[in-house]
């Protein structure tokens, strides 16, 4: 029992490295031809449900790391980025992906009510999260040098590293000039900006059927 909240917060902490990555690998297939339109609001709420699941575990793993007395972490410590003892900077890369993935998470629930291109915007600093969270990750774990932990860290750097590269490749190809047969005026439809605004759609349907159904409501 002594060292009971550390093995909760290691495992917290491998809990919430993999739902970030999820939600951003689901992000990414969202923006690719590997995926049909038709299964692309599936897509969506899973994309979602990943993101909140992983706030879920990082705030597990920040209460486990506060309560366990061998870590002896204040506060401040988990709340101030560089600021602890123990591993300050990739501690501060850690707390910076919390901030990070949390205005995420919340442009997302605010979706239907912010300019697209603000959403949009906060949206792409989910990488800029999975890379401090991978750097937090290695740098401060225990268990980097485990051959489960080598695995999960470079097969997950991996698998977003080629989504992103295809989804470069892909927009490439579509910024390519239509060809001479190609009829005059038409123009090829950006994935990626297909399914964002297919998404934006329809959480403005979302949100027009809510206030109907709180209208409805007697008083």
Not at 108 to 113: D, E, F, H, I, N
Not at 144 to 159: M, N, V, W
Not at 163 to 172: H, P
Not at 190 to 197: E, G, H, I, M, V
Request: proline share 5%; charged share 15%; with cysteine.
């Amino acid at each position: 029992m002594t060292h009971l909240f550390w093995y909760l917060a290691r495992s917290a902490g491998f809990l919430t490295y993999l739902f970030t990555w999820g939600s951003v690998a689901w992000g990414l297939l969202l923006t690719t031809r590997f995926v049909p339109r038709a299964d692309r609001a599936t897509l969506y709420v899973l994309h979602r449900l990943l993101a909140l699941g992983g706030l879920i575990f990082l705030g597990v793993h920040l209460y486990s790391l506060y309560l366990d007395p061998w870590a002896d972490f204040s506060v401040r410590d988990l709340i101030v980025p560089f600021h602890a003892d123990y591993r300050p900077l990739w501690m501060g890369c850690g707390i910076v992906t919390a901030y990070l993935a949390l205005a995420v998470t919340m442009s997302s629930l605010l979706q239907a009510r912010l300019p697209f291109v603000l959403w949009r915007g906060v949206h792409y600093l989910s990488f800029l999260a999975f890379v401090l969270g991978l750097a937090h990750g290695i740098g401060s774990g225990a268990d980097t040098r485990e051959p489960f932990a080598l695995l999960i860290y470079g097969g997950t750097a991996a698998i977003v590293a080629g989504l992103c590269i295809v989804r470069v490749r892909e927009g490439r190809h579509n910024a390519r000039p239509a060809s001479p047969s190609a009829a005059p005026g038409v123009k090829k439809l950006d994935p990626a900006a297909l399914a964002f605004s297919d998404l934006r759609a329809q959480a403005q349907v979302n949100r027009r059927e809510a206030d109907a159904a709180a209208r409805r409501v007697p008083r």
